[in-house]
């Protein structure tokens, strides 16, 4: 599996969530932060999305916005979103989204035309779990903007009318397709924005780098294998020394550091999903001796893999991404 898919699949904690908005004449609505990545797609009209108090991004049909985030925000005709009351707030991040999928009718009036509805918007979150942080992902920007143009791409544009078809013409099994095709819009505007806009910084370049991003994916779809530089140079096809450079550079962390990092946080999802015992997780990620892999576990996570597996077991399974700044942790 590619690190992309991989990534993507590991972090998903449940199936897209949306509502459909139509609006109409003077509108707005302010989102409260949800734990995975926000979404909006414009259908019919336009908006405006606000990330933030001084950002407006116009948003045309055909447009997509993901905020990997989910930061509080808002959509609008334009105008100022206003704050979220106490009682808005209180109600929790999943307020538009906690029922079965729904049409929400915005503001008031016809517009000057006549017309009760002037724009309709797909809005939704993608549930990730806040343990599952990964570099590929926090390296986005608050907001991406996947413009209208895009749609020309063959691929883009059949995801986009089939999503269409189903909300207009809903028959059975249209809930289960309409989140298969909005997974499927994910991984394409992840795609893209790797790909076109997010080459330059991060984990963009890596992706982008046949040979290093050729050892990622060994790394982390088979973590538990022996390896060394050598032989994670010989995936990449660059000898030992040009290959630890190459990968140093592009992922900021040598190669062995970035394997013992996929191996603990490997680890760390087997206790969190599974019952499985301590010695059978340490063959599974590369430890022979179930004391060394305990040590290594402690390094990484402050914490012995018994006692955070209890801990784990106790918490809830949805939690909000972690801010800028703080350290979450990773996963591999």
Known sequence: MDLLSQVTTAMRSGRPRWVRIEAR????????????????????????LMPNADDRIPLGAGCIALLPGGAEHGVSDGADVPEASSAEASAGP???????????????????????TSTVV????????????????????????????LQQEPSLRAVLDSLCHELEHPG???????????????????????RDSGAGAGWGPAL?????????????????????????GAVADLSRSAFARRFTDLVGRPPLGHLTWVRMNTAAERLRKTEEPLSSVAQQVGYT??????????????????????????????RPRARPGTSPRPVG
């Open 25 to 48: 004449g003077a509108w707005g609505r302010r989102f409260q932060p949800v734990p995975g990545a926000a979404f909006h797609l414009v259908l019919q009209g336009s908006a405006v």
């Open 94 to 116: 999943w307020r538009e989204f906690s029922a079965e999928p729904r049409t929400l009718v915005l503001g008031e009036g016809a517009d000057a035309a006549g017309r009760t």
């Open 122 to 149: 797909l809005s939704g979150v993608f549930p990730f779990d806040r343990n599952l942080c990964h570099p590929l992902i926090n390296d986005l920007p608050d907001a991406i903007h996947l413009p209208a143009r």
């Open 172 to 194: 059975m099994g249209s809930d289960s397709a309409i989140g298969t095709l909005l997974d499927t819009l994910l991984v394409y505007v992840l795609r893209w924005w790797y």
């Open 208 to 232: 982008n780098d046949r040979a290093i991003s050729r050892a990622l994916c060994s790394m982390h779809n088979y973590p538990g294998e022996p390896w060394t530089v050598e032989k994670l």
């Open 289 to 318: 001796s179930e004391f060394a892999f305990s040590s290594a576990f402690r390094r990484e996570f402050g914490i012995a893999p018994s006692a955070y597996r209890r801990q784990e077991a106790t918490a809830g399974s949805i």
